[in-house]
Every structure is written in C-alpha cells, then in structure tokens.
C-alpha cells in the first residue's frame, strides 16, 4: 500500500495549521490559563528532545547497536535527576540576569563577547546537521510512503517553506526573546504527545499483526534467543559511558532545551516536576522502540531500520494509521527546527550581528529587531537545507545526531566551570572550546562533508566508517581531553579581571552584582534621557517603564539605592533583548557612575544580606562561622530595645531596626535609601537637626507624637573605618540612637512632685507660724478699727490690715508656685533670672522653724539669667539651700553667688554646716539615699537636682568637708556676654 503525496501533503499543512490554531488560542486566552501553565504541558514540552533521530532513527540504531540506544535517554534521565545541583542553579542564573541562551550564559559568566560568539558559532555548526537531518527524515518518510512524485530537494524544500513560516510566525512576534512564547509551548507540547500517540499506536498494531499481542511476541522471543543476544551483546562491549556523555549533556546544552528548560520556565518548580516526570515521557518512548523493532524483523517491511515506524503502519492496510505514523515524524522535525531556530536566532543577533553593526538610536528599535530575527530565522534554515543537500546520505539517521551531540558536549567543561570553578577564565573557556571544537570538525564533521578519512590518527583504521560509535567515543574522548585541558591550563596561567570575578561570584550565588559609586541619574525619567541617545526615545522610554513595573517602582522614585535596583533591571531586561556583554556596555556607558564615591558599601550592605539570607548556598568552615557571626551581630541591632538608624554619606537612610519602626511608626520599606529631610514630621526634621548638631548627645527632647507629648534621648557615633581610623569630615557614615524616655519623664516628675509635696511638709510649722504673726496683728487691728471714728486713724488701720493680709498672700503664693505638680504639655526653656530665682528660694526656705534664725546672703548679680524652667530651678536652690540650712547650727550662714563665663553661669551654694562624709560622697546622688535621720529625709532631693540641672545641659559637682559643704553648679548662659571679671 501507497499513498498519494498531494493528501499527505496537504495532511502535513492542516496539522502545522492545527499547530498554528493551538499557539494562537494559548495566545489570546481562549484555552484556560490553568491548562497550557500547568506543569505538564511544560514537562511535555521539554519532548522537543526526542526528534526524528528518536521517533525514526532509535528502531535502526538499536538494530545496529542493541541496548546503546538506551544511552541516548539514560545520559538526559541523569541530567534531569541532577536538576537540584545542575539545572536549577542555571535556571536561578537565567531568571535573575535574563539570559536567554546558552551563548549568553557563557557571555556572562566570562564577561567576554568573544566567548558569545564562538559558542554561538559552535551552535550553529552544531544544530546545522540536525536540522538537516530533520529535513532529511521527513523527505525520506515523504519518499517511503508514496515511493513516488517529486524529488526529494523539491519535498524538502516545501518543507522547509512551511516550518519557516510558522517558526517566523510564533517564533519572532516579540523583539526579544526574553518574552515567554505561551502559544508555541503548548504547541510543542501537543507535538510530544502526538508522538508519543502515534508511536504508541504503531507498536500496538505492529505487535498484534506480527505476534498476534504481547503473549505472542514473548513466545517469539523464547524461540529466538538469538535476537535478545544480538540485542544484548552489542552492550557488552559498547561505548556506554561516551554516548551517555554526548545526551547527557545533550539533555540540556542543545538549543533546544537549553529554550525549553530555562527560557521558557514559566515557574522554577516546574523544573523539579520535569526532574522525573520527563525522564518518564522518554521511558515510555524508550519501552516502544524493541517491540517495533522485533515486529519489523517479522514483517520484513520495505524500509531500512530507521523507518519500520513507516513501513509497519503500511503493512496494517489502514492509510489513517501511516498518515498518523507521518504526522509523528512531521511533528518530531517541526518542533526541532522551530524551537532550534527560534535559539539559534537570538544567539546570533546578540553575539554577531548586533555587536558587529552597533547599536544607533532607532524610531522602532524593536520593530527592527523583530525583523531582523525573522531574517536569520529564515537564512539558518535555509542554511540547514543547504547542508541537507550537501552531506553524503549514508549512515543512519543517529550517525548525523551524533555529529551535533558530540558539538554540543564541548560546551560541558564550560558548564561544569560556570557552575562550580570560579577561577577560570575567559581565555581559558576560549582555548579550551577552539581545541574541542577543532578535534570534532576534523574527526566526524568533514567526513561526512567531503568522504575524506580523517580517523587513522586517533587510532581507527580506514575500513571504520564515520559516523559508528567506535568513532564518537574516539572523537569524544580525544575532544574533551584537549577542551579540559586547555580550560584548566589557560585558566591557571591567565587572572580574571574584576568583572570576571565578579559574575564568577554570581554564578556560584556568593554575592550579588553590587553597584559601585553614585548614580549621575537622579530618577527613572532621566534614565530615559540617558538611554534615548542609544536606543531612540521610544525604546528607551519602554524599558524604563518595564523595569519600573518589574520592580513596583513610583515614576517619581529618587532613592538611590532604588535607583541603582531600577539600573541593575534595566540592564537584565536590556540582556535579555541583546545579551548579556552589549547590556552591560549600554548601562555602563549610558548610565553611569562617579566611581569615587565611597557609598556603595555602605548602600549595599542591606542587599548583601538579603542575598546571604536567600541564598540557598551552604557555607562551610570560615565562611559559616563568619556569617554565624554576622547574623548574631545583626540580630543584636534587630532585638535592641532602641530605636536605631544608620545614616550614609549624603544622608541616606541604610538601616532602619524594628524599635524604631515602633516608636515612628514609619516601616523599613518607607525609609531604606531617602534622606533623613524626606521622613514625615516630626521626624525627619528632628534626626536632621540631631545629625548636623555638634553634640553627639540630646537629652529629653520633647517631641508631639500622635497628640501626645514624648520625650526622647538621642545619641550618635560616626563610624570608624577599617583600622580604627574615624572619619573627619561630617559626611561620613552616623549611627544614631533614639531611646524612649517618656516614662520615666514622667515618673522622674512624679517624684518631683512628691519632694516637693515633703518639702512642704517640712514647712509647715514655719508657715503655721509665719502667718499667725499677721493673723493676730490683722486681728489687734481690727479690733482697734472697730472704736475709731477719726476718718484719718480708720485709713491707717485699714492700711495696715491691707499690707498683713499681703503678706499673708505672698507665703501661700510661694507654697502654691512651688507645690505645684503635674506635667507640663509643651516643655519651654526660657531666660530666667538667677537672682530673683535665689532670693525666692531663700524666701521659701526662711518658712522652715529651723531655717529662720539662719543667715542667707544671696551674692548672685541681678544680670546673671541663665536657661531653663523657672519652676524647676526653683526646686533646685530650694532643696540646695533646705540640704544646708539641715546641716547648720544656729549660728550657720548660707551663701549662693556666682561668676560668669561666655556661655555658662557658675554658682555655688555655700554653707558652714557638718559636711558630708567622706564615705557617703560616692552614693549621695543615689535616689532614696539620705544621711539624715529617719523620717527626717527622703533621698530625692540632690537626685531630682542632678537630673534637673543635667536635663537643663548643665553640671553638678559637690564638694565638703568639716568647715562645710560647697555644691557647684554650672547652668547655660542666658544674657550677652558680659566683662571679664564680672561677678
């Protein structure tokens, strides 16, 4: 049985236009996102892997080979078991810089655009002849089932017609391939699973034709045992470990998959579902191959091994059967050379065609990349056509897959030092892939090419045929050793350059990309003013808004160390459109530095510890013990009680610790990277001031908080280089502290209160007495008022009443003022007279029984004021002088002068008391302690004096003796300066 190659052909255009119609849908939603996102359609996706080489190709080489045909499968299974250390790292490396293909992984990971453009010649080299052997399988299958009509350059090129089309289609709608292509994902999964279907159905009629079912095909094979020999035995001796190295780097260096796996990963824990569910897809496909091949052997079809598939389902009659049969192999080739191209284009756009035309500013930049990708999309095909038409088609279908495996693989040293060997180097991946590539083109490309033996000297004698596995592990062997070894050599001999270390770190996740210096812009739009010049105002302005959104960034963000992620975006985004080495080149030339700046560590130290707290690296030895260290250090910051801030040069924000996001109530996201000015009021003016003040300590600023009055104490530290040395200039990096003290304001005036609330207790008496004098003298006066008559006598009385009762007045005043509590709501330091303050409290003090035969001198000037609450500087010389007139006889004297400086006042209260003794000087100012009697005493004066005079930014100091105690007190100065020698 034939067919007719018109309906086989047009059976081949209706199912690429299914292909089509699938891809469109996915596209514009008209399949449910649940369905083409979930983790089978990528896992299916990834059966891009198995092409015509496997639908066709696996029946003859494992006619040939025996069970070798397994390593093809069993190298990508391993690949796939190893995802967690090998391909998610590469996933993480791919999503975070926005490397699209394997060309840029290599790019970045050297910082070297020549590296781009040998992989990326390698790759073409190496996927040119399987695209020629898709193109060659499908005109043979074409030929096989019609035996008849066209030439087969003339199917081919029909063909190559159709794929191109649709891979320009779906595979170029974006300018840059770092967009996700939904529809042509799902569609490729729909090739895997009518593969998967057709070979399927093809085995199970096979089997029940020539075996009559599985029960039949076992008894086949119990009286054949010479056929699972001739499987087995080529295994014995067979190049195992060289053919499961070519898959297994296969299984994920291939443009192919290396589009498949990362580019197109939609979410990373889809990787890990594809870590064992696709080697299950090519298990299955791997089960279906003996049973086709052993029916074949029975059915003796008119076909070579490598196409049974198609001779098979012409055997069972049933022309639906062989166009299924056809359409699997139609959707092997399709799906390799679509997503192969769609690869290949961008490789070549970034690392040949745009660094060798440059890039100039463009009205529609992305519409010229759009089509100039479209444009090398068709020239690789066509390129692969011409191939097709120039290599010998002799071998099987696996010998010219072999050819591009065994390229591919030379990109395995590479990878393994991307991954885990930091120290090598651009020249030494160079070196290394020159010498690989140079032993494959010699031994197994230009064989083929031009049917000239190349193999003696690696020890093949002329009779071994290119393109058998004797040859690939030869080849194999020899190309790997000398690639390694120069790789390790060159490295060795060569040092990388600052940016090579740089992305070596990255790709072994042991820091971030960290900016260096102050950005020149000063927000997104002036990114754009500075990218227009490169890329065109439209292009410029669409990729700042796309890192703007990535990001979540306001338009109007001015943080810089927002500004340097909104740079480090743009240049992932821009990688992702032109590759890794011509991004960096744009940002760093367009988006530039001031290199001197000494910021960048301090403005990165939070991101450096976010990476660190992210990474899923492991830390071993020092490296564990140092970020132990630092974690128990920044675990202290995190749990102290106060509130902590690290300010920048400039004044930037870089920490922000949860007390003080309590006492704000400004969170961290809010604050990290703006300017002290920038915080809300109160705030941002009070941390301003405090930073640019002279003092490194404020005590007790009061502060309205959420209406209600707070007092705070706010301390700061400028921050020592490395070394011990300190900054000098102010601009350097400034911790400052913010500690609560309202409470203990609060309770601190409380027990002022109560001191003075005792002080009037004590007082009581000589108030008792000192109105009863004016009581009995208004009492005799208005008795002598009552029997005057003479109008002039009346006067005098009522005037003498007038003046007792007003000195009456003036005691309860002087109790009222000074017994008066509470809190007050707005603090106010005023300039209050020093020698009415003194002569108010000796007033007071006189009200004392033991206090009123004492002498008081108030020596103090009445120029001399000094800053302060009125109040509470009367509660100081109150209890100073109360202290001395407790310690004096009656014959005691109490004096309180002063002398004045620039800017402060010096007094001193002195008396000719006992004195203090000398093992009580050091706990006097303890609160609650007291050398006075009990009951006598209640410990809070000289405390409460100490802590008013130090709240008003003075000093206390205290000295006695036997001849009498002397308490200095320095207050601030609140007159003009005065004359030297003034007292």
């Given at each position: ?138 005109t043979e299958s074409t030929v096989v089932l019609t035996e008849h009509g066209s030439a087969p350059q003339v199917l081919a090129f029909w063909f190559v017609l159709l794929v191109t ?787 008003c930014g003075g000093d206390l100091r205290i000295a006695s003796d036997l001849q009498g105690t002397t308490v200095h007190v320095r207050l601030r100065r609140a007159a003009l300066p005065i004359a030297v020698g003034e007292t």
């Amino acid at each position: 049985m034939t067919l007719d190659l018109a309906p086989l052909f047009v059976s081949a255009l209706l199912y690429l236009l299914l292909l089509f119609v699938i891809a469109h849908a996915t596209e514009q939603r008209w399949l449910p996102v649940r369905l083409t996102r979930h983790p089978a359609v990528y896992v299916l996706s990834l059966g891009v892997y198995a092409t015509t080489w496997s639908y066709y190709g696996s029946v003859g080489f494992a006619k040939d080979q025996g069970l070798l045909y397994l390593t093809i499968y069993l190298g990508v299974t391993l690949a796939f078991v190893l995802a967690p250390v090998l391909l998610m790292p590469i996933l993480r490396l791919t999503r975070t810089y926005q490397l699209t293909s394997v060309a840029d992984l290599f790019a970045f990971r050297f910082n070297s655009q020549a590296s781009g453009v040998l992989v990326t010649v390698l790759m073409i080299a190496g996927v040119l002849p399987y695209i020629a052997l898709q193109i060659r399988a499908v005109t043979e299958s074409t030929v096989v089932l019609t035996e008849h009509g066209s030439a087969p350059q003339v199917l081919a090129f029909w063909f190559v017609l159709l794929v191109t089309i649709f891979t320009i289609i779906f595979g170029a709608r974006h300018a840059s391939p770092r967009e996700k292509h939904e529809g042509l994902v799902t569609a490729i999964a729909f090739e895997s699973l009518m593969k998967l279907l057709a070979l399927f159905i093809v085995a199970v009629v096979a089997v029940w034709q020539a075996f009559g079912g599985l029960r039949g095909m076992h008894d086949w094979l119990e009286d054949n045992p010479e056929v699972v020999t001739a499987l087995y035995q080529p295994a014995l001796e067979g190049p195992w470990a060289s053919l499961l190295i070519l898959a297994f780097a296969a299984g994920f260096l291939l443009p192919r998959q290396f589009q498949m796996i990362f580019t197109e990963n939609m979410k990373p824990r889809h990787l890990l579902t594809a870590s064992w569910a696709f080697p299950l897809f090519l298990l299955a496909l791997t089960l279906l191959i003996p049973p086709i091949l052993w029916a074949g052997m029975v059915l003796q079809p008119n076909t070579s091994p490598d196409y049974y598939v198609l001779g098979l389902s012409l055997l069972s009659g049933s022309p639906s059967l062989a166009v299924l049969a056809y359409l699997g192999g139609i959707s092997a080739a399709s799906a390799m050379i679509v997503v192969t191209t769609l690869a290949i284009s961008s490789m070549v756009l970034n690392h040949l065609v745009l660094p060798l035309a440059g890039l100039q500013p463009h009205r529609d930049l992305y519409g010229a990349l759009r089509w100039l990708r479209r444009v090398i999309i068709a020239v690789i095909i066509t390129a692969g056509y011409g191939f097709y038409l120039i290599m010998e088609p002799t071998g099987g279908l696996v010998g010219w897959g072999l050819i591009s495996f065994l390229a591919i693989v030379q990109l395995l040293p590479g990878v393994i030092a991307v991954l885990f060997w930091s120290r090598a180097t651009a020249g030494g991946f160079i070196a290394g892939l020159l010498g690989g590539m140079m032993v494959w083109a010699f031994a197994v490309l230009l064989p083929p090419l031009s049917g000239s033996d190349a193999m003696t000297w690696m020890g093949l004698s002329p009779s071994d045929a290119a393109g058998t596995p004797e040859v690939y592990q030869t080849a194999t062997f020899w190309s790997l050793s000398l690639n390694t070894f120069l790789l390790v050599l060159i490295s060795l001999l060569s040092r990388p350059d600052p940016q090579e270390r740089e992305a070596a770190a990255a790709c072994r996740e042991l820091a971030p990309l960290l900016p260096a210096g102050d950005l020149r812009a000063r927000s997104p739009q002036q990114f754009v003013e500075q990218l227009s010049s490169v890329m065109g105002s439209r292009a410029a302005l669409a990729e700042v808004r796309k890192a703007t959104r990535d990001l979540g960034m306001d338009w109007d963000e001015n943080r810089p160390n927002h500004l340097y992620g909104l740079r480090s975006q743009i240049q992932r985004n821009i990688s992702g459109m032109m590759g890794p080495v011509l991004a960096r080149m744009i940002v760093d030339e367009r988006l530039r530095v001031d290199n001197e700046s000494h910021t960048a560590l301090t403005q990165n130290v939070r991101l450096i510890e976010e990476r660190l707290e992210t990474s899923r690296t492991r830390l071993r030895g020092l490296a564990a013990e140092l970020d132990r260290l630092r974690r128990y250090h920044r675990q202290i910051i995190e749990d102290l009680p106060l509130g902590v801030c690290a300010v920048a040069q400039g004044g930037r924000l870089v920490r922000w610790n949860p007390a003080i996001v309590r006492l704000t109530g400004i969170p961290v996201t809010a604050v990290l990277g703006r300017r002290l000015e920038e915080l809300p009021a109160p705030w941002g003016p009070l941390l301003n001031a405090f930073l640019a003040a002279e003092t490194d300590n404020w005590h007790k600023q009061s502060l309205e908080s959420e209406g209600r009055q707070r007092w705070y104490s706010l301390h700061k530290a400028r921050v020592e280089e490395p070394g011990g040395r300190q900054r000098n200039d102010k601009s350097g990096e400034t911790v400052l502290l913010l500690e609560d003290l309202t409470d203990v304001q609060r309770l601190e005036r409380e027990l002022a209160h109560s001191e003075r609330l005792a002080s009037i207790g004590r007082l009581a008496a000589g108030v008792a007495h000192e109105i009863g004098n004016p009581v009995t003298g208004i009492t005799c006066l208005a008795q002598e008022l009552r029997d005057q008559t003479d109008p002039d006598e009346v006067q005098a009385y009522a005037d003498d009443i007038l003046t007792q009762a007003q000195r009456i007045n003036n005691i309860v005043q002087s109790l009222v003022r000074y017994a008066h509590g509470g809190e007050r709501q707005i603090r106010q330091e005023t300039a209050v007279d020093l020698h009415d303050t003194v002569a108010e409290a000796m007033r007071l003090t006189m009200l004392s029984r033991r206090a009123r035969h004492l002498r008081f001198e108030n020596l103090v000037p009445v120029s001399h004021q000094v800053l302060g609450e009125p109040q509470q500087l009367l509660q100081v010389f109150v209890n100073l002088l109360t202290n001395g007139a407790d310690a004096c006889d009656e014959n005691g004297r109490i004096q309180v002068r002063s002398s004045a400086t620039m800017d402060w006042l010096d007094v001193e209260v002195i008396d000719n008391g006992s004195g203090i003794p000398n093992e009580a000087m050091d706990r006097i100012l303890e609160p609650f302690y007291t050398t006075k009697p009990p009951g006598q005493g209640t410990g809070l004066g000289l405390p409460l004096v100490y802590n008013i005079v130090r709240d008003c930014g003075g000093d206390l100091r205290i000295a006695s003796d036997l001849q009498g105690t002397t308490v200095h007190v320095r207050l601030r100065r609140a007159a003009l300066p005065i004359a030297v020698g003034e007292t």
